[in-house]
Structure formats: C-alpha cells, structure tokens
C-alpha cells in the first residue's frame, strides 16, 4: 500500500507532466503570437513556465525561441 506523501508525490509528477504536455502543444501558437508581436495574447504564467523550461528566453526586453524550444518546435512539425 502507498503511502500518503508517496500519492501525493505521484499526482504532483503527473500534473506536471500534464502541464509540460500542454505547454508542448500550445508552443507553436505561443511562437506564432511572438512572430506576429501579439505576445500580449500569451499568459504571464505560460511564459513563466516557459522560461523555467528553457523553451523561451528573454532577449534585450523581447522573448525568443531558444535551440530547445526550436527542437520542441521541431518534434511537433509533420516531416514531408
């Protein structure tokens, strides 16, 4: 039988990896926004979180795609 800090553990690793995924898929959109200078239409948590991933990372007061987030981005594109 599991314990309580044991369940409570394997929820949070699972909201986080639910969370991750979320991220995963909404990025391309979040690169669209900044691409399009609508970075006013991602959320201030999503591009906390996203900082914290190393998928985007502060540059000179803007946001940029970093190579992870390009990767990211990559693994999420359809190849020919």
């Known amino acids: 039988m599991a314990s309580n800090s044991q369940t409570r553990i394997s929820e ?6 639910a969370a991750r995924e979320r991220l995963r898929q909404a990025l391309p959109a979040t690169v669209d926004h900044l691409q399009n200078h609508q970075a006013d239409r991602i959320d201030d ?11 985007l ?9 970093t190579i992870t987030g390009r990767n990211v981005c990559a693994q999420l594109t359809p190849t020919a």
Not at 45 to 55: G, K, P, Q, T
Not at 57 to 65: A, I, K, S, V
């Open 57 to 65: 990372e502060w540059h000179g007061g803007g946001l940029r795609l």
């Open 12 to 17: 949070r690793a699972a909201n986080e990896a």
């Open 45 to 55: 948590n999503d591009i906390d979180a996203y900082v914290r991933l190393n998928w």
